[in-house]
């Protein structure tokens, strides 16, 4: 027989589906890298709207978040059609119905005069309907603490997002500066911004915003941190891509998963603090109708007159409830390090 036998090795190599060779994989790499450059697409784009979806469908699987969600709808629903609920206007002095301040609730349904006005839950002490003042507080205290937390959510995502990209001295002097405003203790550092301002809603939530832009900061630049020594952000920088752009298109969508949910939990924060400034006489003025400094107004009251304290303390708790609920089942939701 001939020496030269036909061999299978001497053919050669063809890439499998187990083992493609490199210089496939860079191809192909590379191919969808200029697809997605000449659709104009994201590296996580695909991802996201994936990551979005399932944590949608976790969500609703999610009994808390339920809940939560079921508390604040009935509070934006408050807030948003409070003209048509509330009976009276809030600060309407009712004196000239035959009401006497600190009057109980009356309902005619439940047996109160008809000849009476009916009050679902009383008359506070300077004569006004208390039930329309608790339905306008929604609105105050939930937009005061909606804007207090995008000012801060903006500032705090800026402030990390440049910190943890650029690292060096310009991470070093801004991260002491955050450093420095969260070895205040939030409220007491509040007090001071108002005090150095002047008490009104406007100043309260330029102090709320200042003392949590830290916690923003924070979270923020970890992320950054994390995400720049991806695969994909590399292959950008390699590709000659602006910082500016990279940071814009690449890092930040990244960093927006607990941004979002650091920011719904601090809504609850925010609508606490405001609460309390008002309560010390720091925040929303009378006669504007707010949870804090109605129950400031009737603190001596509690046991002569207990549903004017009662009401305004259950609509703080209420709305800090729902906030907390739905921030934890988010979290639980778009977290995939836990376990579902």
Not at 23 to 49: F, P, Q
Not at 122 to 137: E, K, P, T
């Amino acid at each position: 027989m001939s020496d030269d036998l036909y061999d299978p090795s001497d053919e050669p190599l063809e890439p499998t589906d187990d083992q493609p060779l490199n210089t496939i994989e860079a191809s192909d790499a590379i191919r969808d890298k200029v697809r997605m450059d000449l659709s104009g697409g994201d590296v996580s784009a695909s991802t996201s709207g994936g990551l979005w979806r399932t944590a949608g469908r976790e969500i609703i699987r999610k009994k808390s978040a339920i809940v939560g969600m079921s508390l604040l709808s009935i509070l934006l629903l408050l807030a948003a059609f409070a003209p048509i609920i509330a009976p009276y206007p809030p600060d309407e002095v009712l004196f000239d119905q035959g009401v006497s301040p600190r009057d109980p609730p009356c309902i005619h349904l439940f047996g109160c005069a008809e000849e009476n006005s009916q009050h679902i839950l009383g008359i506070d002490g300077n004569g006004r309907d208390y039930f329309s003042r608790i339905v306008y507080g929604a609105r105050v205290s939930l937009l005061a603490a909606f804007v207090a937390v995008l000012f801060a959510s903006i500032w705090g995502t800026t402030v990390g997002l440049i910190a943890g990209f650029f690292g060096g001295w310009v991470d070093n002097f801004l991260m002491r500066v955050m450093d420095v405003l969260l070895s205040f203790p939030s409220l007491l550092l509040a007090i001071v911004v108002v005090t150095v301002l002047g008490p009104g809603l406007i100043n309260a939530i330029l102090a709320i915003a200042i003392v949590t832009i830290p916690q923003y900061a924070r979270i923020v630049r970890s992320s950054v941190l994390s995400i720049r020594e991806q695969e994909y952000v590399s292959a950008d920088q390699a590709l000659g891509v602006s910082r500016w752009r990279l940071l814009a298109h690449r890092i930040f969508p990244n960093t927006l998963t607990p941004l979002i949910v650091i920011a719904t939990l601090g809504v609850a924060t925010a609508v606490l603090e405001i609460a309390s400034l008002s309560f010390l006489g720091l925040g929303v003025q009378p006669p504007t109708p707010e949870w804090g400094s109605m129950l400031a107004a009737e603190r001596n009251q509690v046991f002569t007159a207990p549903h004017l304290v009662f009401f305004a303390g259950l609509m703080i708790m209420w709305n800090v409830l729902g906030f907390n609920l739905l921030g934890d089942g988010l979290r639980d939701a778009i977290d995939p390090r836990l376990g579902r």
